[in-house]
């Protein structure tokens, strides 16, 4: 709902005010290089190519989309002109340093009379699991080669699932961009920042920029990138056979 344009939400607010509801908002915000690192990965994850992250240095430093991040700056002001003063913004980094977790700080912010205390034993919410830096880079290369041979963006459902079945041993901390990497988009990322203040606040976008380092031992990469192959070929092999009998 946070990427809605502006009429949808006035209708939305319309219907609600039909019913005789009161809207309270409450948006998480996280800061410039935490999001962009986070939308980057999902980017990646979803089968889609992006030129600006490598092994162990940039695929590409020149183009469409390379000097700039993923950002909210747009949204959070069309969520700032529809709500005004009904809607509470909060750093997500505070919402996920919640001894009971940021579904607890999310009600405990709504005012609702609910007790959390035991949320984090219990909860049997699901979490989207990520990819860690060697997994996410990994499969970059997998995407860049699938572009360039298939002219897709994308893939489909079983075939990210056999992706990320084959990546599942690669071990790693989670993925940042390198210093060579965050060069290209440092003054788009200084302008994210100005931006958050303005809209915001500094406690919107304080944050330590960290990095990841290039990688220089590939070997469990190479092996990961043979079991993905494998796994794939399986699949169109079984596939294939299917096909056969049915016509058989």
Known sequence: ????????????????????????????VRSPYSFA???????L?????????????????????????PNRSEEIKILQDVFDSS????PF??????????????????GLPLSWTSLRQESSFDSNQSLNNR???TINLFNKQLKLNSNRNEYGKSMRRLMRQGLENLKGGRFLLT?????????????????????????????????????TDTEDIIEALARCTVLLATQSSKKSRSKTANRD
């Open 37 to 43: 690192c986070s939308a980057i990965q999902e980017t």
């Open 45 to 69: 994850k979803s089968g889609r190519y992006h030129p600006l992250v490598g092994l162990n240095r940039p695929h590409k430093t020149k183009g469409t989309g390379i000097q700039r991040i």
């Open 87 to 90: 809607i509470n913004f909060q």
């Open 135 to 137: 997994q996410a880079r």
């Open 179 to 215: 210093k060579e990497e965050f060069k290209f988009i440092e003054n788009h990322y200084n302008q994210l920042k100005k931006d958050m203040n303005t809209m915001l606040g500094p406690s919107f976008s304080e944050e330590s920029v960290q990095f990841s380092d290039p990688i």
């Open 93 to 110: 980094s505070k919402a996920i340093s919640h001894p009971q977790g940021p579904v607890a700080f999310c009600f405990e912010e709504l």
């Open 1 to 28: 709902m946070s990427c809605w344009p502006k009429e949808q939400y006035l209708r939305f607010l319309d219907d609600l005010d039909a019913f005789g509801f009161n809207v309270k908002v409450l948006a998480l």
